[in-house]
C-alpha cells in the first residue's frame, strides 16, 4: 500500500498528485518525489547550495530530458535498433533515440512512470514499481524496489532490486548530476573522482558500445586513483 505522509509536490497532466518525502541523517537531507523515485533536492549542513542539480517545482519534471535524479530503466543506456534476443525470444523496444535506438527503457521507462512509496522514516525511503509484461517492448513483468538511506557520515545510500517472472533484460541506474560547490552555477571540473573501474566501453556514433572493451591505462578514463575532473595537456582543459 502506497504511504500519503509526503507533501504533495505538483499534479501530473493526466491528474494524478505527485509527493515529495523527505529524509534527513547523517548531515543531510534529501527530497525524493513519486514520480521516477526522483531525487529532487540534496543539502548537506551548513552547505547552503544543493548538492545535485534539479528543479524546484514539479512541471518540468514531466517534460524533461536531461533525467534529473530519475531511476532509469527497465534498461539505462541504448539498445542498438531497440532490438534484441533472449531465452530464444526477440523483442523490439520502442526506439526513442535517432528514431532508432532505444534510450533509457523508451519513453515512457522508469524516470517518467509514478512510483509507490511503501516505507518511509526518518533517515529512508522504499519506492516501488511494477513494470507489467510489454511494456515498451519489454518481456516479463518486472517488480523493481529502490531504498534511499542518509548514513554517517554525509552518506547517500542507494539500493536497488528487481524481480521478474521470466527471462528480460534489467539495467538500472540513478541518474543523479552531482555539484558539490554551488548546485550548477559553476562546473565540476575540480571535483575529485574515484572510481573501481578498470575498463571502459568505446562508443560509436550514436553512442552504443562498439563490443570493444579496452583498458582504463593512458587514457582521460582512469579514475582508479581520487583525482580532479580536470585534464590539463599543452594548456588544453
Known amino acids: 500500500m502506497a504511504m500519503k505522509d509526503g507533501e504533495v509536490f505538483g499534479t501530473t497532466q493526466t491528474g494524478e498528485a505527485v509527493r515529495r518525502f523527505t529524509i534527513r541523517g547523517g548531515g543531510l537531507t534529501a527530497n525524493i518525489i513519486g514520480l521516477g523515485a526522483i531525487i529532487q533536492d540534496l543539502r548537506l549542513a551548513g552547505h547552503d547550495a544543493p548538492l ?7 512541471e518540468p519534471y514531466e517534460t524533461d530530458t536531461a533525467f534529473f535524479g530519475a531511476v532509469v530503466g527497465r534498461y539505462a543506456n541504448r539498445i542498438r535498433d531497440g532490438r534484441f534476443t ?52 519489454f518481456p516479463g513483468a518486472l517488480d523493481v524496489t529502490c531504498t534511499y538511506r542518509l548514513k554517517i557520515p554525509g552518506t547517500l545510500s542507494v539500493e536497488m532490486t528487481a524481480t521478474c517472472e521470466e527471462p528480460t533484460l534489467c539495467n538500472l541506474t540513478q541518474h ?6 554551488d548546485g550548477g552555477v559553476g ?27 579496452k583498458p582504463v591505462d593512458d587514457t582521460p578514463f582512469d579514475f582508479r586513483q581520487a583525482r580532479p575532473l580536470r585534464m590539463e595537456s599543452e594548456g588544453k582543459q
Open 187 to 213: 562546473d565540476i571540473l575540480d571535483h575529485r573522482l574515484m572510481l573501481n573501474a578498470g575498463a571502459y566501453l568505446p562508443v560509436d556514433g550514436d553512442l552504443i558500445p562498439t563490443g570493444v572493451v
Open 176 to 181: 543523479s548530476y552531482f555539484n558539490l560547490d
Open 52 to 58: 545535485v542539480l534539479g528543479y524546484d517545482s514539479f
Open 86 to 137: 533472449i531465452a530464444g525470444q526477440r523483442s523490439q523496444t520502442e526506439r526513442n533515440f535517432l528514431d532508432k535506438h532505444t534510450l533509457h527503457g523508451g519513453s515512457q521507462g522508469f524516470s517518467h512512470r509514478p512510483w509507490e512509496v511503501s516505507l518511509h522514516g526518518r533517515d529512508f525511503v522504499t519506492l516501488t514499481l511494477h513494470d507489467p509484461d510489454g511494456t515498451m517492448g
